[in-house]
């Protein structure tokens, strides 16, 4: 009988009338594909089986998520996704239909039959627990959006910061010539997004998922505002409300654990929105934006930070991703940043900057999933191999995304003019990004390195 590697990749290649981009080692030794390839490693039969009820993205995710599936100890991380997404945009792939069709045709009962023999069919191996389940109630409604939030938000404040850093700021960075380290970065962002809204002394911001309240208390140590920040995340709030009393600016900052659609006490000088948008929902959107809206006083603004996908391609619905939905960001939307202004503008604002950072996340989050392999034992111990081997998945992924330009992030500047139609900015980009803390980042330190690590069940992946 042929190896088992050798009959896999001759079925599946046989079906897709392609060569596969990765080679296949099976769990009985045997390796095939094409040489020099990022390698697979089916650990058991059961990775096979996760592919076989769900080919794809899904499959793929669940077999990694498990343990069913590894990389080879000379494949990188990056390398096998930068493969994978390319391969999985040729026309022959996006066009396949893994439905009746494709399984009752001559290669489709081929593909079959080897896995009968290999003994790979049987029933549909259980999800790992790390998938959320399928969730209630009518989409985004404030219950349904409170569990989507906490599914991902609620990990524990512990794992965040050893993935994000000291900064706490989980939103793209902003890599200017003078950022030395991620730190940096972040500062340099949070900066950028107050020299944008104009801040200064006496006015009042809102801060719409505010996360664990970075923002708000920048704006407030640097430029003098008084701060409301809002999240529903118990866990975020719990944090943020702490890191404001250590810092002293209890007087100058309120922490709410509060939906942006309960915010009772506009209005504001600026609102900021930082990775937030995503979680509304296309369906919601202007509902949303007309809240905004509505809580800034005239001539206030709004910088709105959101992550957007690229235009449906014509005759193609927008199809999430099915791992980011089920383990990372349940019920999240992505929208073209078109339509993102349109909306702005239906809701009354007047957009007057839109600013990419497409290549700052890629990055940023290079910079994340080295954070997590430089402390992957202590990432297990706080949330298990499972939940961090879909962070390391799911961040790693996200920066091949931006490379590649499948998706990208964008900083919105609109206002609410007044009636006279002023906007209160000043005539050109340059003066309003002057702002009251023109002044040099300083206390900049090496970028994290990449410790030696004995338990990520594969080769690290590299910045």
Known sequence: MAEVATQLVGAVEGLLGLRIPVRIRAWDGSTAGPPGAPTLVLRNRRAARRLLWQPGELGLARAYVSGDLELGPDTDLYEVLSAVAAFAEQPEVRQLDLGLGDALGAHGRGLLATLLRIGAVGPQPAPPPEEAGR?????????????????????????????????????????????????????????????????????????????????????ARHYGVTAVGVSISAEQVALARRR????????????????????????????????????????????????????????????????????????EAYRPSPFIDRYVFPDGELAPVGSTVG???????????????????????????????????????????GRARVWRLYMAASAVAFEQNRIGINQVLAVRATTAGHSGLPATRGQWLTGPRDRELHGSQPGPQVAADTDLGDRRSVR
């Open 244 to 315: 404001v009393t250590e810092a002293g600016l209890g007087d100058r900052i309120e922490i709410r654990l509060q939906d942006y659609r309960e915010i009772p006490d506009g209005p504001f000088d600026a609102v900021s929105s930082v990775g937030m948008a995503e979680h509304v929902g296309s369906a919601q959107y202007l509902v949303y934006a007309r809240g905004l809206y509505e809580l800034l006083a005239p001539g206030g603004r709004l910088l709105n930070h959101q992550i957007a996908r690229r235009p449906d391609l014509p005759g």
């Open 135 to 219: 969730p209630s109630g009518r989409l985004h409604s404030r219950r349904r959006d409170r569990a989507a939030i906490s599914h991902h938000y609620d990990v524990g404040n512990d794992f965040y910061r050893l993935v994000l850093g000291p900064t706490l700021v989980y939103s793209c960075a902003y890599w200017t010539p003078d950022a030395k380290s991620l730190e940096d970065a972040q500062e340099a962002k949070l900066d950028l997004i107050c020299r944008k809204l104009g801040l200064r002394p006496g006015q009042r911001l809102l801060d719409v998922g505010c996360g664990w309240g970075s923002l708000v208390l920048h704006a």
């Open 343 to 385: 909306l702005l503008e239906d809701a009354g604002f007047e957009v007057r900057d839109v600013e990419a950072l497409r290549e700052h996340y890629g990055l940023t989050l290079r910079e994340w999933v080295a954070n997590l392999e430089a402390h992957w034992p202590q990432a297990v111990r706080l949330v298990g191999r």
